[in-house]
């Protein structure tokens, strides 16, 4: 199946620092990309649509000159999480839908700590 | 507002024997859904999935059977190896084929004994 890898896998950043996170899929071009957001025993809830060559759609509640997502190609999107919290502390996953399919592809998620 | 819901956080069943997570939806609009299977500390796996003109999919040892009337689906794992120990979230998406956003149950933690 299709690869979507994500860097870092985990990271630790002191309050207040920005942290940026690579999505990326490896052996398919995504026009479209998403953001998750998992905290500890609980559902993955999209935070983000991430659109090749156009603004990013947030859900309702994410803040989004918080989380700045840049879609700079159609194999790599980025979320950047600014003034991080420690509240922001989660494991963030982007997926990927291959053309022509409603099946998605996750990348193996990021780790975020922030102290 | 949980518009998709696994109600059971955690099953345990013997190796050799079926596996059933359940999972319930409240949007009448979802009309294609999705089976993923989590392991700590990486990405969902797609399993399997299922539209809703269909009633039932089965791929090798995974079935998904749709009951829309209920808003109702489930997974059938059989028969269950310990390798299909993991966290199973089902999903589902309200705007038919293409690049969909998902919407996901809480998880259901699936323990195989030997």
């Known amino acids: 199946g299709a690869v979507v890898s994500q860097h870092p896998s985990w990271v630790i950043c002191k309050s207040g620092t920005s942290v940026k996170i690579e999505c990326r899929s490896l052996?398919?071009?995504?026009?479209?990309m998403f953001w998750y957001r998992q905290f500890p025993k609980q559902s993955l809830m999209l935070m983000a649509t991430s659109n090749e060559g156009s603004k990013a759609t947030y859900e309702q509640g994410v803040e989004k000159d918080k989380f700045l997502i840049n879609h700079a190609s159609l194999t790599l999107s980025t979320l950047t999480v600014t003034s991080a919290h420690p509240e922001d502390s989660s494991f963030y996953i982007c997926?990927?839908?291959?053309?022509?399919?409603?099946?998605?592809?996750f990348g193996p998620g990021t780790r975020l700590t922030v102290t | 507002d949980q518009q998709v819901k696994q109600n059971s956080p955690s099953l345990s069943v013997q190796e050799g024997r079926i596996s059933i997570l359940n999972c319930d939806y409240t949007?009448?609009?979802?009309?294609?859904f999705l089976w993923y299977k989590k392991y700590p500390a990486e990405g969902p796996t797609f399993l399997i999935s299922?539209?809703?003109?269909?009633d039932k999919n089965e791929d090798g040892r995974f079935t998904v059977f749709l009951n829309k009337s209920a808003k109702h689906l489930s997974l059938h794992i059989v028969p269950s190896q310990p390798g299909d120990s993991a966290v199973y979230f089902c999903?589902?998406?309200?705007?038919?084929?293409?690049?969909?956003?998902?919407?996901f149950g809480q998880g259901t933690r699936l323990t195989i004994n030997p």
């Open positions: 997926s990927a839908p291959t053309s022509g399919t409603s099946e998605q592809y």
């Open positions: 949007n009448s609009m979802f009309d294609y």
């Open positions: 999903a589902a998406s309200a705007e038919g084929q293409g690049a969909q956003k998902l919407v």
């Open positions: 299922i539209s809703s003109i269909k």
């Open positions: 052996d398919f071009q995504a026009t479209t």
